[in-house]
């Protein structure tokens, strides 16, 4: 049975559908036009401008991406370029001597030979969203440099983890037989859980300096609060994503008894901070 068509189908009703989701979101964003008496005490008429302009511009941006990436997709297809960039995976690994039967070091070739497209194509629109649409709105504050050097290493994590997950799933494959996905199941589980143990203490701090929270009203008042929820909360951490962008965020991870809670340090102020510091709980 040729399965081509009916994949390229499947592929544009459901980007047709997410569209249509989007589009209706995007109306949204472009329908309201005064604050909504719930959020008037802490949401005045100028931001929600700023809010919903910032939006649209986004919305835009995403519409076109999506359009971008489905349309390559189906290209890709097509001019069946995916056995192409298999064969000359097998042709680089031949270079260094190595055969088909290397089929774990062809896969790992193939792998980089896609994601080096990938990361081709999606530049630009990386580059136009962080200096242009991101500058526009007044939330970036990455310097060319810093997003360089962010790109190398998302790219360099990126293949380090791809070079130890793709080795054990062809294992799988060829030893796990007639249930060979859920083995494959299983290990990309149990990596995933492995990566959220290490990824705080390991990897984000590669992109981002985290700090603990100075000692002081601040962090006594978090603490009370997670007290007074049970949660049990660890640490308290602020990390420095104002060399990234403006936006303020904060969130909560951990399992079991080891939970935490990240402060972007631009939803805190410098005064909030100092004060902190310098005081103590009463």
Not at 158 to 163: D, K, Y
Not at 237 to 258: C, D, M, Q, T
């Amino acid at each position: 049975m040729d399965y081509f068509w009916p994949c390229i189908f499947s592929l544009w009703v459901i980007y047709l559908w997410e569209t249509y989701l989007s589009v209706r979101q995007r109306r949204v964003y472009g329908r309201v036009k005064e604050v909504p008496s719930e959020l008037k005490a802490v949401l005045d008429q100028q931001t929600l401008i700023k809010s919903a302009s910032y939006q649209l511009d986004k919305s835009t941006f995403s519409l076109l991406h999506e359009l971008f990436g489905q349309i390559v997709l189906t290209v890709v297809l097509f001019l069946n370029a995916l056995p192409f960039a298999w064969n000359l995976s097998g042709s680089f690994i031949g270079y260094f001597g190595l055969g088909t039967e290397y089929e774990i070091t062809q896969s790992l070739a193939f792998i980089m030979i896609l994601t080096l497209f990938s990361k081709v194509l999606d530049l630009p629109w990386s580059v136009y969203s962080t200096f242009y649409l991101e500058q526009k709105h007044g939330f970036n504050k990455q310097t060319p440099a810093f997003f360089i050097k962010d790109q190398i290493k998302m790219l360099i994590l990126n293949t380090a983890l791809t070079f130890v997950i793709l080795p054990g799933l062809l294992h799988l494959f060829h030893w796990g037989g007639t249930y060979f996905y859920i083995y494959a199941w299983l290990f990309t589980l149990a990596f995933s859980l492995v990566l959220m143990f290490i990824y705080p203490d390991f990897i984000a701090p590669l992109f981002d300096k985290y700090t603990p929270i100075p000692e002081g009203t601040l962090k006594f008042a978090i603490e009370a609060l997670a007290a007074s929820l049970n949660y049990p909360l660890k640490k308290v951490l602020i990390v420095e994503g104002s060399k990234r962008s403006a936006h303020s965020n904060a969130y909560l991870y951990g399992f079991w008894k080891n939970k935490r809670i990240v402060l972007f340090d631009t939803l805190i102020q410098d005064d909030l901070i100092e004060k902190g510091a310098q005081g103590s709980p009463n």
